[in-house]
């Protein structure tokens, strides 16, 4: 089975899903506030967990932080994205 698509039929389902991905983005990006980096309970409400066990997971190493003026501890989005990244579920089966 052979199947030819014409270009131009393409074009319309391909600027279709561009913009539904641009504003997907910019709606996640809104969520977050375009902060530059945020306290333990922020970052905790956005990985939808206890600020304790965010404390936690940094203690333990999982989570990268940043110390902020006065020693107050602060996660980047990065921080945030690479702790998801490195928790990807895996079935057993």
Do not use: C, F, H
Not at 43 to 60: C, I, T, Y
Not at 76 to 86: A, G, H, K, Q, V
């Amino acid at each position: 089975m052979k199947l030819e698509l014409d270009s131009a039929d393409l074009r319309p389902i391909i600027e279709a899903t561009v913009a539904e991905t641009i504003a997907q983005l910019r709606a996640d990006e809104s969520k977050l506030g375009g902060k530059l980096a945020y306290t333990e309970p922020e970052a905790a409400e956005l990985l939808s967990m206890q600020a304790w066990q965010l404390r936690d997971e940094r203690r333990d190493g999982r989570i990268a932080a940043s110390v902020g003026r006065g020693g107050r501890i602060l996660y980047s989005r990065d921080d945030l994205l690479t702790y998801l990244s490195n928790r990807k579920w895996k079935s057993k089966g």
